[in-house]
């Protein structure tokens, strides 16, 4: 397809749009025929896919003008839009960091929608942290992600120096220094936890080789899709060249939602609720640990004194908010959840402060509390702010904490069980068909 005549920018990116359906047609023909050819589907794939994801927005950062062109050009192909940042202001960029590879999944949906804005402003990585931006869309949300993309573009942020979109984890996934794992699909009518775990857990499967395949091989790998922690240990047992550590699962919304209650049971800022963590599954056998949690530096169970609120109505509130919030308002929440992301990811790259925690569900192995090895699980952990974390080992487990963490370790260990087809493990039957409902309220 020929650029129509013309050098505006407006026109390039009409036609960039009007290319992508195109270029996806090529690129299947161009597969088919090495693979006719005798080439593997992976061999075929590396050898068309340089060119199969479409750059929407690219600028060279922070470098030399004609150089950062170059480069450009180099680099993307036809499918790119550079700008000339000859007039950029170097005192802006000169303190920049190196630019960071961000791939997002499911990136037209409702939380995206409120997070993508957030990374590309630098409120998450950093006001010196360039990013480029990866979407990874389904078949069905292909228009909807280039509108994603002009959005963004158009909000002119100067740390998002590049965004690109596509449908194939393997390209959107390339050299990605983070992996945000949003997308998945809502539970049908009548569909019970046990099918979403079958049918999420093939996403994450596929999207796990992928990474293991094409994304850097430090990739920080958070994932939001439910449910959560097995779907993320699913993508890790796929992904066997990134290290375990790396893969969380989102457990921060219900740490902050915990941290609300106490803070509106207590009367206190949310900013003096601190060690707030949250064990186990993202799911209703979660562990909102209000034993270890402090208020103003003192023990939550010191400063509100009524032990039966914490027994029979902080964990509940903590576990159906998301249900309480639906009635209210028709939808589910989306914006705390891209808030939670936020925070997720601000926990790894800034310094736990002394004493405190966040939550995050983890690899359990060698963890100090004696939960299964092998599950993702949520668990107290602090950061030295670089990427890393380790599991803090000076939390109290009581005899009440060690049986509620006993209950969601074991519906973790079931999940498990439910994925071994997954997970390259033998045996295996799915003990959790008919079993009680225990998603969180307002996600599917
Ligand atoms: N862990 C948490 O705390 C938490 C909180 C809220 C929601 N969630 C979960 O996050 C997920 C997303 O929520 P949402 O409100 O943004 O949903 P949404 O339906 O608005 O968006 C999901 C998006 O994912 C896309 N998608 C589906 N399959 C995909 C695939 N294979 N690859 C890439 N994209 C794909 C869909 O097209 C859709 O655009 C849901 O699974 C939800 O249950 C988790």
């Not at 790894?348 to 509390?369: E, K, M, R, W």
């Not at 498990?416 to 295996?428: N, R, T």
Request: charged share 25%; aromatic share 6%.
């Amino acid at each position: 397809m020929r650029l129509p005549p013309g050098p505006s920018a407006g026109r390039l990116r009409v036609w960039i749009l009007a290319c992508f359906s195109t270029r996806s047609i090529k690129m299947a023909l161009n597969m088919k025929q090495r693979m006719d050819a005798g080439l593997s589907r992976k061999a075929a794939r590396s050898s068309v896919s340089r060119s199969s994801v479409v750059k929407v927005r690219s600028v060279a950062a922070p470098a030399p003008p004609a150089a950062a062109v170059q480069e450009a050009k180099k680099a993307y192909g036809v499918f790119r839009l550079s700008y000339d940042t000859q007039n950029e202001d170097p005192s802006l960029t000169r303190t920049w960091k190196k630019t960071i590879k961000v791939a997002v999944t499911g990136a037209s949906g409702n939380i995206s929608n409120h997070l993508l804005f957030m990374l590309a402003s630098g409120e998450v990585y950093g006001k010196d942290q360039p990013i480029a931006l990866q979407l990874l869309g389904s078949d069905r949300s292909k228009e909807a992600l280039e509108g994603v993309a002009m959005e963004l573009e158009d909000s002119l942020y100067p740390l998002l120096r590049e965004v690109s979109i596509g449908t194939d984890p393997y390209e959107v996934f390339g050299d990605a220094d983070w992996a945000l794992m949003i997308g998945a699909k809502p539970r049908g009518p009548g569909m019970e936890r046990a099918d979403l775990l079958q049918q999420n857990g093939e996403i994450f499967q596929v999207q796990g080789r992928a990474l293991n395949d094409s994304a850097s091989r430090n990739c920080k790998v958070l994932v939001v899709g439910n449910p959560c922690n097995t779907n993320a240990l699913i993508a890790m047992e796929n992904a066997p060249n990134i290290p375990r550590k790396n893969f969380h699962a989102l457990t921060r919304l219900d740490e902050n939602r915990a941290k609300c209650q106490l803070a509106l049971k207590s009367g206190k800022f949310y900013t003096s609720v601190s060690r707030m963590a949250v064990w186990g599954n993202h799911s209703t056998t979660q562990v909102p640990d209000y034993i270890n949690a402090r208020i103003g530096g003192i023990p939550a169970t010191d400063v509100i004194r009524d032990m039966k609120w914490f027994r029979e109505e902080f964990t509940p509130k903590v576990a159906l908010r998301g249900g309480a919030l639906i009635k209210k308002w028709g939808r589910s929440s989306a914006a705390s959840t891209a808030v939670s992301v936020a925070d997720a990811i601000r926990a790894l790259v800034t310094p736990t402060a002394p004493g405190d925690c966040f939550s995050s569900g983890v690899i359990s192995d060698g963890n100090p509390y004696g939960v299964k090895e092998g599950l993702i699980f949520s668990f107290p952990c602090r950061s030295k702010g670089d990427g890393d974390y380790e599991i803090c080992d000076d939390f109290i487990v009581d005899e009440y904490l060690r049986s509620k963490i006993r209950a969601s370790e074991d519906e973790l260990q079931k999940e498990k069980e439910c994925v071994s087809h997954l997970i390259g493990m033998m045996g295996g039957s799915c003990s959790l068909r008919g079993a009680e409902d225990t998603t969180v309220p307002g996600e599917n």
